[in-house]
């Protein structure tokens, strides 16, 4: 059996699973229908290799880098996700201080458990808000003022959600959505479940299905701040992202919880970067759990990585200390990768230093 303390990111998975109420774990480690694409994003990692180069000076290693100009310690960002407070009473609260003690940057979701002025609060530290747009277009004004206002540095807008995915392990377990914090007082949160996801109905009946790229002008209207969009996936969208004035776009699948069978995002990171040609920062998202896995998704030319899951399962086992564990694991995982792969500093890290399964084909 497992020793109780985790050696890796992996194993805090079984530690929430063990923590949390069955129907919460599930809302966490589940995805959309077959899970097919949940599970790509974690196996396409495993069939990159890494070209190792020997005999560098790897005595001192930096993993700094900067994200739309702020430093941040390593390339690995905290993404946005819902409702915190399932894991652990301190929520949002614990893993925002998480985040800011190791130095990097969370992305806060409109869907969180605290208020982006509570999150504010907690903590000193850069941080990023995740916008849905609702139907009722005054709420998400309403949250990007309060964003802006809190101190937050930039808006990240999802694009992947029109609807929400089905989930059916939440549509089993009848998963109950606690009140959306942040949206008290603007909408009514009364849904009918119809003995159902409660979750789904109520994304359903509020996330307006009309956005589309117009509205990415309407944002920019309404805010200093700059837009990441999140979800891009294809390199026809990430060029129109480009065009409509976007600082940054970030390669999603939603961690496999809305449309299956999209590709594994790593597969496609280089299509997006080939397509923004350099002119604004790529990041990805999706199956990150190793620090192999980022020194990956450097080589294929992202600027950075979002991890999900693994930041909610070290809240669940282990509250504030989890997540910094979590985050620590994967920074001391890189930072071998990159000795043992003779990178110093992560602009050392080139398409050179992978081989995919394409580039066997070839
Ligand atoms: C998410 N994700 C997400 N994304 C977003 O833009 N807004 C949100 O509110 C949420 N909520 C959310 C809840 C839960 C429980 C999960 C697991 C995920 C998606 C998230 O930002 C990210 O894209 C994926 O989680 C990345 O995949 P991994 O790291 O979980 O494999």
């Not at 990023?128 to 937050?152: I, T």
Request: aromatic letters at 6%.
């Amino acid at each position: 059996t497992m020793s109780s303390e985790p050696v890796n990111v992996n194993e805090f998975k079984a530690l929430a699973e063990r923590a949390l109420p069955k129907m919460y774990f599930e809302f966490y480690a589940g995805g959309a229908e077959d899970e097919h694409t949940l599970k790509a994003n974690e196996e396409a990692y495993q069939r990159i290799t890494i070209r190792p180069r020997v005999l560098v000076d790897v005595s001192r290693i930096d993993m700094s880098t900067r994200m739309l100009g702020y430093s941040i310690s390593s390339p690995i960002m905290v993404a946005p996700s819902g409702l915190h407070k399932l894991a652990n009473p301190e929520g949002e609260l614990a893993t925002a201080r998480a985040a800011a003690a190791s130095n990097t940057i969370m992305i806060l979701s409109f869907g969180s458990s605290y208020s982006v002025e509570e999150v504010a609060a907690s903590c000193n530290a850069v941080r990023f808000f995740q916008l849905y747009v609702y139907k009722q277009r005054h709420v998400a004004a309403n949250l990007v003022e309060r964003a802006e206002r809190s101190g937050y540095k930039a808006i990240v807008l999802t694009v992947d959600c029109p609807r929400m995915g089905r989930r059916e392990a939440d549509i089993k377990n009848r998963m109950i959505v606690s009140k959306q914090k942040n949206v008290e007082g603007l909408v009514s949160t009364e849904v009918d479940a119809d003995g159902g996801s409660n979750l789904e109905a109520y994304v359903n009946s509020t996330l307006d299905p009309s956005l589309s790229w117009k509205d990415v002008a309407w944002l920019k209207s309404i805010t200093k701040l700059p837009i990441l969009l999140k979800g891009i996936i294809t390199h026809e969208d990430a060029r129109i992202a480009v065009e409509v004035g976007a600082a940054g776009v970030i390669v999603s699948n939603h961690g496999g919880r809305q449309l299956d069978y999209s590709p594994a995002t790593i597969n496609v990171v280089e299509e997006v970067v080939h397509a923004v040609k350099g002119k604004i920062p790529v990041i990805v998202d999706g199956g990150v759990r190793r620090g192999t896995d980022v020194f990956k998704a450097l080589a294929l030319g992202a600027q950075a990585v979002l991890v999900g899951r693994p930041i909610l399962y070290g809240l669940a086992a282990k509250g504030e200390h989890g997540v910094k564990q979590v985050i620590q694991m994967l920074k001391e995982e890189l930072e071998l990768a990159m000795a043992l792969a003779g990178c110093t500093s992560l602009k050392d890290i080139t398409r050179s230093h992978v081989r995919t399964e394409r580039d066997r084909c070839q």
